[in-house]
């Protein structure tokens, strides 16, 4: 299975209002980077934490990373229709510089 | 501008005529990678390479081909394309190894094999 799961799939919000997606994997990181896609087109890096970090804010952004529970969430404040689009994490396992591994996404769509 | 191209967007094809998407990037990466993407299965990797002449395997390889001979170019090739290679690809680029670096995807590909 996918060393990056997103919870939930779906999530469906109005204008204003906070978004919260989970990621979870499987094996020990040195970074985690969250993506985002507008239907159908190429990812865009949003943010990257490492693994020696707790937290990192970018913006209305910001990701928690807890290496302890294989778990970082990624938070979006006062959200925007324009932020609808998939969120995807992702995860380089340390012990292969090269492979990388996407989680299945979580679908977020807010309402105007 | 520095920018990922995939080439072609669309492609319709039938099963067993090889093809060849294109892959180029104009700012000296060293990092490439091919993904699959199908729906509710995110994101798989095919092949990387970590820089020229250096290619390895992804979680999904089987029926595909890559090849680094410059820099700039990451092409993917399916020698014999079968209907379960229905999917969205997508070409990236890092700077270096991508974990501690972003990656910079292309606008991908459509690929029906019929």
């Known amino acids: 299975s996918q060393q990056g799961e997103e919870d939930p799939q779906a999530l469906s919000i109005q204008e204003g209002e906070n978004a919260t997606m989970n990621c979870s994997y499987k094996?020990?990181?040195?970074?985690l980077q969250w993506y985002r896609q507008n239907s159908g087109r190429g990812l865009v890096h949003l943010i990257l934490?490492?693994?020696?970090?707790r937290e990192k804010h970018s913006g209305r952004l910001r990701v928690t990373l807890d290496t302890s529970k294989k778990s970082s969430s990624l938070l979006i404040t006062a959200s925007r229709a324009a932020d609808t689009a998939s969120y995807f994490c992702?995860?380089?396992?340390?012990?292969?510089?090269?492979?990388?591994?996407f989680g299945d996404g979580t679908t977020l769509t807010v309402k105007p | 501008e520095a920018q990922v191209t995939q080439n072609p967007r669309y492609l319709i094809t039938v099963t067993g005529k090889k093809l060849t998407v294109t892959c180029s990037q104009n700012?000296?990466?060293?990092?490439m990678s091919w993904y699959r993407q199908d729906p509710g299965l995110g994101l798989r990797q095919i092949y990387y390479s970590m820089n020229v002449e250096v290619t390895d395997k992804g979680d999904v390889p089987e029926g595909y081909k890559v090849s680094r001979k410059e820099k700039r170019n990451f092409p993917l090739i399916l020698e014999s394309p079968s209907p379960n290679q229905t999917s969205l690809y997508f070409c990236?680029?890092?700077?270096?190894?991508?974990?501690?670096?972003?990656?910079?995807f292309g606008s991908g590909t459509q690929l029906s094999v019929l």
């Open positions: 990236a680029s890092s700077v270096r190894n991508w974990g501690g670096e972003k990656l910079f």
């Open positions: 094996t020990s990181i040195n970074n």
């Open positions: 992702a995860t380089d396992a340390n012990t292969n510089a090269g492979k990388s591994t």
């Open positions: 934490i490492r693994s020696n970090e």
């Open positions: 700012m000296n990466h060293e990092y």
